[in-house]
């Protein structure tokens, strides 16, 4: 019986078969080894002799040091706002330390606000520096219903004001200066003064060209509005209050007149249509008592 020729031959070794994963082994093995040989090597000659002092690592240059400063202390986006009362004393570039009308102090960007102020001038708020002499650190407001009240709002600040020279300025009142702005028996007129004494500027909002008093706004517009705006204006500039009531105490009223006040105060009462119209009765009472005929064209814009 005859045999078939590939029965001959060797059997082919797979890929799987003992003889060839003993040899992959024994080469992995001796891979390993050289590698652990190579990396003792390079060990002992970087590992210095026993007793050895050790080798110190090099110093920065003076450059490279110096470039480490400047980047350390310069900062260039702070949020003051969002850093303690004393953190802000760190970044005096940035920030200012302010305090509230309840004592609690607080940081602040310090925007345009100069550095070298020694001392907080008339009107200053957040007290980041002491009130200059002559000044004193206050708070309080005046509301609506005429009332005091310690502050207006819990994030309200301390203000320098000019308290105790005997003039009610701008800035005061009598829940923040009373010994200037408060009636009293002792003191039964005040002496107020507005930031511009002389009156409006020549290009002054509200003020026609040409009017160079009070009483001369109800010459020189027809309107109940304008003519109310132009003494307020007045008011404001001079006097540096509006309220009728304020005003009526004043220890002078001049350049205003007692006609100019009550026209003022006419001008103040709520407008609208009908006869019964607050504005428009306290206008043709005024009128009656006055006989000023110029009230006419402020009854029938």
């Not at 900062?75 to 004393?89: Q, S």
């Not at 310090?110 to 957040?126: F, K, L, Y």
């Not at 650190?137 to 000019?162: F, H, I, M, W, Y």
């Amino acid at each position: 019986m005859s045999v078939h020729w590939k029965s001959r031959l060797p059997l082919a070794t797979s890929a799987g078969s003992p003889r060839k994963r003993g040899y992959r082994g024994s080469l992995l093995l001796v891979v390993a080894l050289v590698g652990v040989q190579a990396a003792c090597s390079r060990r002992s000659d970087s590992t210095p002799p026993e007793g050895a002092a050790p080798v110190a690592a090099a110093a920065p240059s003076s450059d490279s040091e110096a470039s480490v400063k400047t980047s350390v202390g310069t900062y260039e986006d702070v949020w003051c706002e969002g850093l303690t009362p004393e953190r802000c004393g760190d970044f005096t570039d940035k920030c200012i330390r302010q305090t509230y009308c309840d004592g609690q102090q607080f940081c602040s960007s310090r925007g345009n606000r100069p550095r070298d102020h020694v001392c907080g001038s008339e009107g200053t708020a957040g007290l980041a520096e002491p009130c200059c002499e002559g000044l004193v650190a206050r708070c309080g407001n005046l509301t609506s219903e005429g009332a005091c009240e310690p502050q207006q709002s819990s994030t309200d600040v301390l203000k320098c004001l000019a308290c105790g020279d005997g003039v009610c300025g701008v800035l005061e009142q009598r829940c923040n200066c009373p010994e200037d702005c408060e009636v009293t028996k002792a003191r039964p007129r005040i002496r107020y003064r507005g930031h511009s004494p002389e009156g409006p500027s020549a290009n002054a909002r509200d003020v026609p060209a040409g009017v160079k008093r009070p009483g001369q706004c109800l010459e020189a517009l027809d309107a109940a509005d304008p003519v109310r705006l132009c003494l307020m204006r007045w008011a404001s500039d001079v006097l540096g209050r509006t309220d009728v009531q304020e005003l009526r105490q004043a220890e002078t009223i001049a350049p205003f007149t007692a006609f100019d006040l009550d026209l003022l105060a006419c001008l103040y009462e709520e407008d609208g249509r009908g006869s019964r119209v607050p504005r428009k009765q306290c206008l043709e009472t005024l009128m009656l008592r006055t006989n000023d005929a110029r009230l006419q064209k402020l009854l029938n814009p």
